[in-house]
């Protein structure tokens, strides 16, 4: 079970690797939870030990106890080979796109990726030599047509995180592989308890562990797993770029793991329940929810999915600004901010502006994200409820 990092562990059902997994009491004079290690220099008693290097911990930079306790959890949640822990979800996004090109290469993402990974490929990766290219969400096997020798990446986030679109991971993962490159999935939405991207074919996984990991809106984290295969180019480049996670930040992580498949069942349950209840309301449009049976997506999300996530988007009919201020301005229980993830509901109105290239969002009327948190059910319901007769009267 407390193999540090290895992902032998996989025997185990995921409640139970949640419980277990990364604690090694022994190690810490019997302590339940591995402690926050703070540190950067690490003592070497000879200079045999210096020269051979091969002390667990060398510098502080490269993990501590508390950074490794989460590791190895998400690595045998993810079925990985390893998981390094990073300062939030754009950085294993950034790490990872920088661990599979050079200079002359070329990425392709999926069009409904969280925005600021593209605007680090626009703004960082074609500055360095790499062109950015992106594809329809939906393009399934269409994706081979797409492969050009120098194409080193495929960006996938199944589903996006806006607009909702399930990305077959394991036919994406085919053309890729056919192409010569690799395949990286945001699986952030879904956690690895609802949806598996190494199994499906993936090479790396990245998490926002900022949102479901932590649960509770209160640190930056994010992961990256990888196969064994990946696994030397992603440490590599993090290595050499210096991406460390504190162990304050790290302990906090493995504290959210802890109630991760019984937060998971709660968020899906009442999402899906909030969900099915707002396509029934008047002057909604569509409800953006892979696990309803009106998803367009739906059979995909029923082959490659365990469960559904918190997180699904709301249209509303056509209406002004005003009407959108009207909506949010006056909720209760719901707030309005980025992020995800925590015990608290959220609703966000997503202007999709530049946020699409190559597929323009045509859906009509306001789109918003909502996160669907602890409170009751009920209460969520006659937020919304009063929010969509204001939002009516104000068009
Ligand atoms: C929030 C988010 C990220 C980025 O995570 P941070 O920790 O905020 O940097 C990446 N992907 C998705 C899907 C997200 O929602």
């Known amino acids: 079970m407390n193999d540090y990092n290895s992902g032998k562990s996989q025997a185990y059902s995921v409640e139970t690797l949640l419980t277990h997994g990364g604690r090694i009491p022994d190690e810490q004079f019997g302590f339940v939870n591995t402690p926050v290690y703070r540190g950067s220099t ?38 990985a080979y390893r998981t390094k822990l990073v300062p939030s979800g754009l950085a294993a996004i950034t790490i990872a796109l920088m661990a599979c090109v050079k200079a002359g290469d070329d990425i392709l ?12 490929a626009d703004g960082y990766l074609e500055r360095m030599g790499v062109s950015v290219r ?56 879904a956690t690895p308890l609802y949806h598996k991207p190494l199994a499906l074919g993936a090479d790396i996984v990245v998490h926002a562990a900022t949102k479901m990991f932590v649960g509770h809106s209160d640190v930056m984290a994010g992961t990256i797993s990888t196969t064994e295969a990946a696994w030397d180019d992603v440490e590599r480049i993090r290595t050499l770029l210096g991406f460390f996670s504190s162990g304050d930040d790290a302990y906090l992580v493995a504290r959210g793991l802890r109630t991760l498949a019984l937060r998971m069942k709660e968020h899906q349950e009442r999402a899906l329940a909030i969900a099915g209840w707002l396509e029934k309301q008047d002057g909604v449009a569509q409800v953006l929810h892979p696990a309803l049976p009106s998803h367009p997506d739906h059979d995909i999300w029923k082959k490659n999915f365990t469960g559904s996530g918190s997180l699904f988007g709301l249209v509303l009919e056509p209406a002004g600004r005003q009407a959108v201020a009207a909506f949010v301005d006056h909720l209760e229980l719901f707030s309005m901010g980025y992020s995800w993830g925590g015990y608290e509901s959220l609703c966000l109105p997503v202007r999709m502006g530049k946020a699409r290239s190559v597929r323009p969002w045509a859906q009509e009327g306001n789109l918003f994200r909502l996160h669907i ?17 204001r939002y009516s009267a104000a068009r």
């Open 373 to 389: 948190g602890f409170e009751a059910p009920d209460d969520l319901k006659a937020d919304l409820a009063a929010a969509l007769v």
């Open 42 to 79: 690490i003592l070497f008693k000879t200079l045999a030990d210096l020269d051979a290097q091969s002390q667990r911990y060398l510098y502080g930079r490269a993990g501590n106890p508390t950074t490794e306790a989460v590791e190895s959890v998400v690595t045998a949640l993810e079925g």
């Open 134 to 189: 992106y594809f329809d969400p939906r393009i399934g096997s269409g994706l081979g047509a797409l492969m050009q020798p120098n194409t080193k990446a495929v960006l996938a986030e199944s589903p996006g995180s806006l607009t909702f679109e399930v990305q077959d991971i394991a036919v994406l993962a085919e053309a890729a592989h056919a192409g010569g490159a690799r395949l990286i999935v945001d699986n952030s939405w």
């Open 109 to 120: 993402i999926t069009d409904s990726a969280y925005e600021p990974g593209r605007k680090f």
